[in-house]
């Protein structure tokens, strides 16, 4: 489900919320993630931002766009958080990685 949002012009719907995710397969947020949490490890949040980080990962890898820009496209409205989560979950800064890649 989330390859096939994050495969569709998604950026214009903005990031899928949990909420959506359960909606779309029409079970309860919180059994979603507790379902996804016993046989991941993950939440579906942590899902979600997997494939953020993923895509994020292609565009600063194969495009000239800022940092900000990325963020933007990606549907996060402020690139701040975006560059924290990027940190988090990869241990660079989106320029570091950038930089690191090229």
């Known amino acids: 489900m989330l390859l096939n949002y994050f495969n569709d012009d998604w950026f214009e ?18 059994y979603l993630s507790t379902m996804l949490k016993g046989l991941t490890g993950q939440s579906t949040q942590e899902h979600i931002h997997s494939k ?14 800022t940092v900000t820009e990325t963020a933007y496209g990606l549907g996060c409205e402020h690139s701040q958080s975006f560059s924290k989560l ?7 800064t989106p320029s570091e990685f950038r930089q690191a890649f090229n």
């Open 52 to 65: 953020l980080i993923e895509k994020a990962k292609e565009k600063l890898s194969t495009t000239e766009l």
């Open 86 to 92: 990027f940190k988090t979950k990869t241990n660079f």
């Open 13 to 30: 719907k903005g990031l899928p919320t949990v909420q959506y995710v359960a909606e779309y397969l029409n079970v309860s947020s919180n």
